[in-house]
């Protein structure tokens, strides 16, 4: 019998009637903590229009249908951009980032990438908790739809950690991680666009890994 459920809601129950926070930090992946796939995937196959991101475009099944259109147009499918990943690197200094952040809080990575391309990166990253979406694949291994784990689908698991009665902390870059900043308790932007920063000057925004590190070590001391 595994116990650790009920030990994880013991200490869950502990902490509520201390009115003592419980928080759990959210993370997005692509651009804050590894490489963008979909960036590095258009470099390799010579494809420009490949290079279109959640930092461009807020409608995320927009920008999903229109690159599963030009795989499509171009022949191109799940192996091609599983090769490409195979060979990315987390960001420098990310894994020594997540390290630390996972000695001082739970860590729960949350990303609109796919079970399929992420696994190469979890794996460099220390297996770090993951929350993501998952692709359709044809016996060809075309591409052919995706499946979201949820609607918006960020924010709405931060919501639910929230009903859990966890505070949440979240740092993300893009359009689909703005929902997921603005309901938590703390929320940073992390290597955003400058066009994103202009929008949302009421967030804080940080370049480097110790300065998100100091604020989120900060949010967690209130």
Known sequence: MNIEPFIFLGFQKFFQQRDIPMYITCLDLEGVLVPEI???????????????????????????????????????????IQQVISTIDPLPGAKEFLDQLRQETQVVI???????????????????????????????????????????????????????????????DSFNDLGMIQASKAGFLFKSTDAIK?????????????????AIEGALEK
């Open 198 to 214: 202009a929008a949302h000057p009421e967030l804080p925004a940080f370049e480097e890994f110790d300065e998100l590190l100091s």
């Open 38 to 80: 979909w960036i590095a995937f258009s470099e390799v196959s010579g494809i420009p229009e490949l290079r279109r991101t959640t930092r461009d475009e807020p409608d995320y099944d927009k920008l999903m249908n229109y690159r599963l259109n030009i795989l499509k147009e171009h022949g191109l499918g799940l192996k091609e």
């Open 110 to 172: 949350l990303s609109d990438t796919f079970e399929q391309f992420a696994k190469p990166l979890m794996a460099k990253l220390g297996w770090p908790t993951l929350f993501c979406n998952t692709l359709k694949v044809g016996p060809d291994g075309a591409i052919t739809g995706y499946q979201m784990r949820c609607e918006k689908s960020k924010l709405t698991t931060v919501k639910a950690l929230q009903s859990c009665g966890f505070d949440t902390i979240a740092a993300g």
